[in-house]
């Protein structure tokens, strides 16, 4: 079977006070996936890092393609081979995750922006819906 590594939405806003809503659905043999939101590959407000392999959630941001401190958060309440929604939302500060499971979790809003237009989904996972509303 070949996974697609690396999906990229394009011609879409996520503004602050707009929620994305993210379905994914994890390989069944897969070890990590990251949702990745800002303005391009080199910046990138939030990378949303779950690892299965370690049951753990990581979060960081890249600005000038340079990583910032790592926040690790966790552990998973969704499960590889399953379907999972995540929703998301920001202010200037924060950006808030809604998980799977109803909890929320937050990582500061590094890039400090209110509007992005860059999202790709890495790794061992394939998207199954994405809105913004």
Same mark, same amino acid.
């Given at each position: 079977?070949?996974?697609?590594?690396?999906?990229?939405?394009?011609?879409?806003?996520?503004?602050?006070?707009?929620?994305?809503?993210?379905?994914?659905?994890?390989?069944?043999?897969?070890?990590? =996936?990251? #949702? &990745?939101?800002?303005?391009?590959?080199?910046? /990138?407000? @939030?990378?949303?890092?779950?690892?299965?392999?370690?049951?753990?959630?990581?979060?960081?941001?890249?600005?000038?393609?340079?990583?910032?401190?790592?926040?690790?958060?966790?552990?998973?309440?969704?499960?590889?081979?399953?379907?999972?929604? =995540?929703? #998301? &939302?920001?202010?200037?500060?924060?950006?808030? /995750?809604? @998980?799977?499971?109803?909890?929320?979790?937050?990582?500061?809003?590094?890039?400090?922006?209110?509007?992005?237009?860059?999202?790709?989904?890495?790794?061992?996972?394939?998207?199954?819906?994405?809105?913004?509303?």
């Amino acid at each position: 079977s070949c996974h697609l590594s690396f999906q990229k939405v394009s011609d879409m806003t996520f503004k602050e006070g707009a929620e994305f809503k993210i379905r994914l659905k994890p390989n069944d043999d897969g070890n990590r =996936f990251s #949702i &990745n939101v800002g303005h391009d590959s080199d910046n /990138i407000a @939030l990378h949303f890092n779950p690892r299965f392999d370690e049951n753990v959630i990581v979060c960081n941001s890249l600005s000038g393609g340079s990583w910032g401190e790592e926040y690790r958060e966790g552990s998973l309440s969704f499960n590889r081979g399953e379907e999972c929604k =995540f929703y #998301i &939302n920001f202010t200037m500060e924060y950006f808030f /995750i809604k @998980l799977p499971d109803g909890s929320t979790m937050s990582f500061p809003n590094r890039l400090g922006d209110i509007k992005y237009k860059f999202f790709e989904v890495h790794g061992d996972a394939r998207i199954v819906g994405i809105k913004i509303k």
